[in-house]
């Protein structure tokens, strides 16, 4: 199979381990996209053209670990979180929310319509082939949306959509649906160090 080239800047602070991806030392300014959780505003199509210009880039750092990350450091005129999303990496197989940084970086590429960068990114690790089928349903409806408001409001309604097949699933109506699917957005949540949450670490070595 031919591999797509990524012809836009890709890089992330700490460690790297893919060839595809640029090392960035913190304290390093990036002018495109960064998934970040100090983002203000949900990454949509409307961004695919800063990718084009300057790129995108992710903070790799453990969900258990966020006081080390030295936030302040990491500058970026662009930060961007992510709508709702369904994690399939090993760690976090079927959580909402806590994608790794490779799954985070896909995600970015495909709603924004990069879907062959997406693509290459995962094609490194044996899980990456199910993220698009595990999400899709959500990816083709925040793509299909022209601005930030109306990601949010796709999310939003998705949420809702999960929600009520929830409690449909309680009065016995169903069960496709579980609790878990429900959780808050922890990139919404304010911790001790007034920090929001961000990605597990990329599993580079394959896991």
Not at 16 to 23: K, N
Not at 104 to 125: C, K, V, W
Not at 177 to 201: F, K, R, T, W
Request: proline letters at 5%; aromatic letters at 10%; a negative charge.
């Amino acid at each position: 199979m031919e591999h797509a080239q990524i012809d836009v800047p890709l890089a992330m602070w700490k460690l790297s381990r893919l060839g595809l991806i640029t090392e960035l030392k913190v304290g390093t300014r990036f002018r495109g996209i960064v998934v970040s959780p100090r983002g203000k505003q949900v990454l949509s199509p409307a961004d695919r053209d800063i990718i084009i210009k300057a790129g995108l880039a992710v903070v790799e750092c453990s969900w258990a670990r966020l006081d080390e990350v030295p936030f302040g450091k990491i500058a970026s005129p662009h930060e961007r979180l992510l709508p709702y999303l369904l994690a399939t990496n090993p760690v976090n197989y079927g959580k909402p929310w806590k994608l790794n940084c490779v799954e985070a970086l896909a995600a970015a590429f495909y709603i924004t319509g990069f879907d062959s960068y997406a693509e290459r990114l995962l094609e490194n690790f044996g899980w990456g082939g199910s993220f698009w089928s595990i999400n899709r349903l959500y990816l083709e409806k925040y793509r299909s949306c022209t601005s930030a408001e109306e990601v949010d409001a796709a999310q939003n309604k998705l949420l809702d959509e999960l929600q009520l097949a929830y409690e449909q699933s309680r009065q016995g109506e169903g069960n496709e649906y579980g609790s878990d699917l429900l959780v808050a957005n922890p990139n919404h949540q304010v911790g001790a160090n007034d920090m929001q949450l961000s990605p597990e670490p990329s599993d580079s070595s394959g896991g």
